[in-house]
């Protein structure tokens, strides 16, 4: 996707909540909580069905309407279960799910969480580059926009295709397939087909037209060892809420399981989507004062986007600090992605068992952005820019687990090989008069380009190896303690370039480190009752990205020179993580309680020199940051059908070290990091009697700080959701009917949503960019089973 930030800007062409789920879901659900906390990635092979369905099903002796609060985990766990996401308007991104846990915090512009340049996931601080994502084991990179090294989770896989998030905050286990898990990890786990025939059919329609549509078929065990498959198709077709423009995505996922001997497993995953998206404006405190929050690009009205492009603009924009950025047509995202992912499972032994992902993905496709800052060369004053990132990678995990006595040693290696190429173009406008640019969704204008200021093509060898040990010293005592070892090799040329610019970086850089340890432990001193704490040291290499593109800290955004002078100096982030924690755990309530804290070395930044039109990004290292925090969750069941859920988290991270930035020493020491809250607060409360269920959650952030000397902050803001769903039952031929209904901002509030899409200044130089969140919104569900 394109990337829309100041530096593109320029004249330069430059409460978790279980229901019952399939048979093969839940014992899904049970593996995955012992492969998360460090314990056997396997079920010993002559351990029945139904031993492993209780074992997931109960906790205490509670049923599937409890909390899951990562119980008997040895780090501090929470999860997503398939209800809390059915809790949602289907379609919904789970990372805004995901929000509703202690230390989370996710905001997006759009109410499905869907519009990627706007999707934005911290936990305690790290912001989503610097956690760790994975579906079925497959790596999904770090999930910033314009992404190099995956894909984003609403692209990977349909969210009514998720059986449960697995989110480790602070570490992720050692054995997670990432380069860039500083701050925790997310798994996402998808259902297995279903052992009867049969499919689902769904029909959501809600505010701003907005239309989905979502089938799956499956076809039931095939023969007499279970081999099954379902096929599923989703497709999403809504308006944005403010100016012209929609989101709109295909997406088709494929499932086969094939079982095999001694409760071992052969499973093919397969992911194709195709996503057209309009941008949103990016919004500055001087338009939201001056013209109001519903301020929007100009598409379609393409008359009134040359007018701006010719200095011509209505009063409310005239009046402001910088009218031309606030006058551009339309910027879009549009991609292609195939996804897909073949798992060995095999229990060699009763002891020992070994596990196998091969997996590939290519993305293509291309991003337009009109704006009036390049003419041109038919004298029209505005014209499009576009930018074709495409990646190309795969590889392969492989580990062994095996257990003696009191020990699972569990041992594996990652390696992945990737290709990632970007180039940038500029296409011809037309005069007025004489036509328009019509949608830029419908295809890559070829014939119009006038200009390909550069392509540059990345590649990257990946390697980690990880040793781990899960000593279950006593029945109550847990040590799990392992080591990983890593080395992230990537580099670039650049095939084409105008000869009249400055140079883009260009060679290559290495992250490594043999030896990142993690020690965690789980104590159940008393029935209900345990301690935990995990200490872990970890590492992020050096994320990539096109020239003058992202506003990720990527050492090749810069020029050559200045690559060449910094390259030797910068190291690869680190950190060390300390976290201890105590959970309870019984029927009627689930708490957790921690603290913990994190020491950030060798921070890389993007500073700048120049004028902001066109400014010059340097990657420094500024230093390091220290985190202190507190979370605590609970979950109430007084009566039957009653749940309530809060949580309260609070975190102080702050800057070490004043930075030297342009010949300029700014006051950064001590301050709080920007877009993340020092307070929030959850809650949710969720009630069920008979057919009927109902829940109403809230969120509280506290401010948040815009700039690097907090000389500028967003506001606090509260806001609720509602939602119903009744299920009718059998009707007919139909084995299950159900309709549902969400209200999104119960209030209608108006609040400010993502924060640092664009990148953050040291000070408030009125540049300074955010994202609206979406107005109240309405959505209804009809779902069919048969």
Do not use: C
Not at 176 to 183: D, E, F, I, K, R
Not at 281 to 296: A, C, E, R, V, W
């Amino acid at each position: 996707m394109m990337t829309r930030q100041r530096l593109a800007r320029s004249t330069i062409l430059g409460g978790m909540i279980m229901i019952p789920t399939l048979t093969s879901a839940i014992a899904a659900k049970s593996v995955r909580a012992a492969e998360v906390s460090g314990e056997a990635r396997t079920t010993p092979a002559a351990a029945p069905a139904g031993h492993v369905n209780k074992a997931a099903r109960t906790v205490d002796g509670a049923h599937e309407d409890i909390a899951v609060f990562g119980r008997g985990s040895t780090r501090q766990m929470t999860s997503i279960t398939r209800s809390m996401m059915q809790q949602s308007v289907p379609g919904t991104s789970p990372l805004k799910v995901l929000n509703q846990l202690p230390g989370v915090m996710y905001q997006s512009a759009d109410p499905f969480g869907g519009y990627e340049y706007s999707s934005q996931i911290f936990m305690r601080g790290f912001g989503q580059s610097q956690l760790g994502f994975t579906l079925d084991d497959i790596p999904l990179g770090d999930q910033q926009f314009n992404n190099y090294n995956g894909l984003g989770v609403t692209r990977s896989i349909i969210s009514d295709n998720i059986g449960g998030v697995d989110v480790s905050q602070g570490a992720g286990a050692i054995d997670v397939a990432s380069t860039s898990n500083l701050g925790g990890a997310i798994q996402i786990h998808s259902i297995d087909p279903s052992h009867t025939r049969g499919g689902t059919v769904s029909q959501t329609f809600g505010s701003n037209a907005a239309k989905r549509t979502f089938v799956r078929l499956e076809s039931g065990d095939l023969n007499a060892v279970g081999t099954r498959f379902y096929v599923s198709y989703a497709r999403t077709d809504m308006n944005l809420w403010k100016g012209g423009g929609y989101n709109y995505s295909d997406q088709v996922n494929a499932k086969l399981v094939q079982p095999l001997a001694n409760g071992s497993s052969l499973k093919a995953f397969f992911d194709w989507s195709s996503t057209q998206q309009f941008d949103y404006q990016d919004m500055t405190m001087g338009y939201l004062h001056s013209i109001g929050p519903k301020l929007s690009n100009y598409y379609p009205n393409y008359a009134a986007a040359y007018n701006a492009a010719r200095g011509i603009f209505s009063p409310s924009i005239a009046a402001t600090y910088d009218p031309a950025d606030a006058s551009y047509y339309a910027g879009t995202a549009n991609r292609v992605d195939y996804l897909g992912g073949l798992t060995l499972d095999e229990n060699l032994t009763d002891r020992l068992n070994w596990k196998t992902t091969l997996y590939g993905h290519a993305d293509n496709g291309y991003s337009t952005w009109t704006s009036p800052y390049m003419p041109s060369p038919n004298g029209a004053p505005l014209s499009q820019r576009l930018q074709t990132p495409q990646i190309a990678r795969g590889g392969f995990e492989t580990a062994f687990t095996y257990k003696i006595a009191r020990h699972t040693l569990n041992a594996g290696v990652w390696y992945e090989y990737g290709t990632f190429n970007e180039g940038r173009y500029f296409s011809q406008a037309p005069l007025l008069g004489q036509g328009t640019l019509g949608n830029p969704t419908s295809g890559f204008p070829s014939s119009q380009i006038f200009a390909h200021p550069w392509q540059e093509s990345f590649s990257s060898n990946t390697f980690v190896f990880h040793l781990q040990d899960t000593y279950r010293v006593t029945d109550t005592l847990t040590v799990n303690a392992g080591f990983k070892s890593m080395i992230l090799n990537a580099g670039n040329n650049v095939p084409t370039q105008d000869p009249s610019l400055p140079q883009a970086a260009q060679g290559r850089l290495e992250a490594s480190n043999a030896f990142l340890p993690q020690v965690s432990a789980n104590w159940r001193f008393l029935p209900h009752n345990e301690l935990f704490f995990d200490v872990s040291h970890n590492m992020r290499g050096f994320p990539e990205d096109g020239y003058q593109t992202n506003m990720v800290a990527t050492p090749w955004a810069a020029q050559q020179n200045v690559f060449q002078s910094t390259k030797n100096a910068l190291k690869p982030e680190t950190d060390w993580v300390y976290e201890g924690g105590y959970r309870y755990t019984t029927p009627l309530v689930s708490a957790l309680a921690s603290l913990y804290r994190i020491n950030f070395s060798n921070r890389l930044q993007m500073t700048y020199g120049g004028q902001n039109i066109s400014p010059t990004p340097v990657v420094q290292n500024v230093g390091s940051v220290t985190a202190n925090g507190a979370e605590a969750s609970i979950t109430v069941r007084p009566l039957k059908g009653l749940s309530i859920y809060n949580s309260f988290s609070y975190n102080h991270s702050s800057y070490d070290q004043n930075v030297a930035s342009g010949g300029v020493l700014y006051q950064t020491q001590g301050k709080q990091i920007p877009n993340y809250p020092q307070f929030m607060y959850k809650g949710s409360i969720s009630y069920h009697i008979g057919k009927l269920s109902a829940h109403v959650d809230g969120t509280y952030l506290s401010s948040r700080q815009l700039t690097y000397t907090n000389d500028l902050h967003v506001p606090g803001y509260f806001l609720a959701n509602f939602g119903t769903r009744y299920d009718f039952g059998s009707v007919g031929p139909l084995k299950g009917l159900s309709a549902s209904f969400n209200i999104y901002n119960l209030a209608n509030k108006t609040y400010i949503a993502t924060t640092n899409e664009a990148g953050n200044n040291f000070i408030n130089n009125g540049f300074n960019y955010f994202l609206m969140g979406a107005p109240r919104q309405f959505f209804g569900t009809i779902s069919a089973n048969f």
